[in-house]
């Protein structure tokens, strides 16, 4: 940041006492000659310093604005083609369609041929994409230590154990493989209702074999970044070979690995194009090192068989919902930090959960807690659970019953 320069020394007025009336006069005319001059000074400055301050205002404006704008809508990657007079020529990736569009006179400066950006459903430029704050940051999520433990996860020990297998053992015993002369299972699937633990499972295989865990999750392949699905996938692959031991982790993936349908729109197009590069990157997969991968689904149903074909997704794991013992081990997971009462049986409570997922429970937890504390205790009772249900049970959001929306798929 740069400085501002010091500010004019505060005038002083020497009088000697030996000086007679006409030099004293004399100096105090010169004193005030110099507070003049040091008050104009001072005034300028201010005047600099009132319309830097109304520049900045401008600016934190504008960055406001487009703050605003990125968070509100979703937006399109586009290139520049070329400036001309009348607004910039871009290309929208994906469709390739091209439009002329305006430029704020601050883009206008900014902006060169050749530059990504995002737009808007209106073809208007957003923002300008430098390669650092490129999609790439904003699509995956890096955890290079993340802290779940196959001891968080409850319910599911029989899918822990495959997915060990599965993950696990290449990762750490890549020799054994090796010796014996078989390839390990190339990409593991997770399958079932939502919040059953799929990305703990994940998460956890990279926190146990010390590996860096990478996740992409497919619907914002297909939602966020428009045209830029393919080579983020080209991207995911590069990092984790960067970051190796790493643990590749799609969520959703049946967003960019949907069965083939015969439209022919351009959006389908792109996310033909992001699952070809998804399917090329596995086929490539062998000398790839000490990455594994492992996707996650809802819909199983809906999987292009493509994608299931040996040598890519060829490990499926279902993830199911736990029964009564499950749901016991999550709720005593989930309050191991909470002051939890005698008259609290997690095997009596655990019965009546019928439906309910992992991530319900927990939810149900933090709800029995709040009950607590709006009751001004520190200690959470059996009544705090049955009222957490009740509550659960007759808002909107969950448990996610087999009858419900849900039930329209497999699960
Ligand atoms: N088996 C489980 N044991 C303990 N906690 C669980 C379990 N399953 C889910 N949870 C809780 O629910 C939260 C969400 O789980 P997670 O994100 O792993 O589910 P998911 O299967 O990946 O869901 P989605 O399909 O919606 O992405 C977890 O952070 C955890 O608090």
Same mark, same amino acid.
């Given at each position: 940041m740069?400085?501002?320069?010091?500010?004019?020394?505060?005038?002083?007025?020497?009088?000697?006492?030996?000086?007679?009336?006409? @030099?004293?006069?004399?100096?105090?005319?010169?004193?005030?000659?110099?507070?003049?001059?040091?008050?104009d000074?001072?005034?300028?400055?201010?005047?600099?310093?009132?319309?830097?301050?109304?520049?900045?205002?401008?600016?934190?404006?504008?960055?406001?604005?487009?703050?605003?704008?990125?968070?509100?809508?979703? =937006?399109?990657?586009?290139?520049? $083609?070329?400036?001309?007079?009348?607004?910039?020529?871009?290309?929208?990736?994906?469709?390739?369609?091209?439009?002329?569009?305006?430029?704020?006179?601050q =883009?206008?400066?900014?902006?060169?041929?050749?530059?990504?950006?995002?737009?808007?459903?209106?073809?208007?430029?957003?923002?300008v994409?430098?390669?650092?704050?490129?999609?790439?940051?904003?699509?995956?999520?890096?955890?290079?230590?993340?802290?779940?433990?196959?001891?968080?996860? !409850?319910?599911?020990?029989?899918?822990?154990?495959?997915?060990?297998?599965?993950? $696990?053992?290449?990762?750490?015993?890549?020799?054994?493989?090796?010796?014996?002369?078989?390839?390990?299972?190339?990409?593991? =699937?997770?399958?079932?209702?939502?919040?059953? !633990?799929?990305?703990?499972?994940?998460?956890?295989?990279?926190?146990?074999?010390?590996?860096?865990?990478?996740?992409?999750?497919?619907?914002?392949?297909?939602?966020?970044?428009?045209g830029? !699905?393919?080579?983020?996938?080209?991207?995911?692959?590069?990092?984790?070979?960067?970051?190796?031991?790493?643990?590749?982790?799609?969520d959703?993936?049946?967003?960019?690995?949907?069965?083939?349908?015969?439209?022919?729109?351009?959006?389908d197009?792109?996310?033909q194009?992001?699952?070809?590069?998804?399917?090329? @990157?596995?086929?490539?997969?062998?000398d790839?090192g $000490?990455?594994?991968?492992?996707?996650?689904?809802?819909?199983?149903?809906?999987?292009?068989?493509?994608? =299931?074909?040996?040598?890519?997704?060829?490990?499926?794991?279902?993830?199911?919902?736990?029964?009564?013992?499950?749901?016991?081990?999550?709720?005593?997971?989930h309050?191991?930090?909470?002051?939890?009462?005698?008259d609290?049986?997690?095997?009596d409570?655990?019965?009546?959960l019928?439906?309910?997922?992992?991530?319900?429970?927990?939810?149900?937890?933090?709800?029995?807690?709040?009950?607590?504390?709006?009751?001004?205790?520190?200690?959470?009772?059996?009544?705090?659970?049955?009222?957490?249900?009740?509550?659960?049970?007759?808002s909107?959001?969950?448990?996610?019953?087999?009858? !419900?929306?849900?039930?329209r798929?497999?699960?």
């Amino acid at each position: 940041m740069s400085r501002s320069p010091s500010l004019p020394d505060r005038p002083r007025l020497d009088l000697d006492p030996d000086m007679n009336e006409a @030099e004293r006069l004399e100096a105090l005319r010169k004193h005030f000659e110099r507070i003049v001059q040091v008050n104009d000074e001072l005034d300028d400055r201010l005047d600099e310093a009132q319309s830097r301050r109304a520049d900045l205002r401008e600016e934190v404006d504008e960055l406001k604005r487009r703050n605003e704008a990125l968070k509100t809508a979703s =937006l399109y990657i586009a290139t520049v $083609e070329e400036l001309t007079e009348d607004g910039a020529v871009i290309k929208q990736h994906g469709n390739n369609q091209e439009v002329l569009t305006d430029l704020s006179p601050q =883009l206008e400066d900014e902006l060169e041929a050749g530059d990504r950006v995002a737009i808007n459903d209106s073809f208007s430029v957003q923002t300008v994409l430098d390669d650092e704050t490129d999609a790439r940051a904003q699509a995956m999520e890096v955890d290079a230590d993340p802290e779940v433990t196959y001891d968080d996860i !409850g319910g599911i020990d029989e899918q822990v154990r495959e997915v060990r297998e599965a993950v $696990e053992d290449p990762l750490i015993n890549a020799d054994a493989f090796r010796e014996v002369g078989i390839q390990p299972p190339s990409g593991v =699937l997770l399958h079932g209702p939502p919040g059953t !633990g799929k990305t703990m499972l994940a998460k956890a295989v990279a926190n146990e074999t010390d590996a860096t865990f990478i996740k992409m999750a497919g619907s914002e392949l297909v939602r966020k970044f428009i045209g830029e !699905g393919a080579r983020l996938v080209r991207d995911l692959f590069d990092l984790a070979g960067e970051r190796e031991p790493a643990v590749i982790f799609i969520d959703e993936i049946d967003a960019v690995a949907a069965k083939r349908t015969d439209s022919k729109t351009s959006g389908d197009a792109e996310v033909q194009r992001t699952m070809m590069q998804l399917l090329s @990157e596995m086929d490539g997969f062998d000398d790839r090192g $000490e990455v594994r991968i492992i996707a996650a689904t809802n819909r199983f149903d809906m999987l292009d068989d493509a994608i =299931l074909r040996p040598g890519r997704f060829d490990r499926l794991i279902e993830v199911p919902k736990p029964g009564p013992e499950g749901r016991e081990r999550i709720l005593d997971i989930h309050t191991a930090d909470m002051a939890v009462a005698d008259d609290v049986d997690f095997a009596d409570i655990a019965e009546d959960l019928d439906d309910y997922s992992g991530a319900d429970i927990a939810a149900l937890t933090t709800e029995a807690g709040m009950f607590a504390i709006r009751d001004e205790r520190t200690t959470v009772r059996r009544a705090d659970f049955e009222d957490a249900r009740e509550k659960i049970e007759t808002s909107n959001e969950g448990p996610v019953f087999n009858d !419900g929306e849900f039930g329209r798929y497999q699960y």
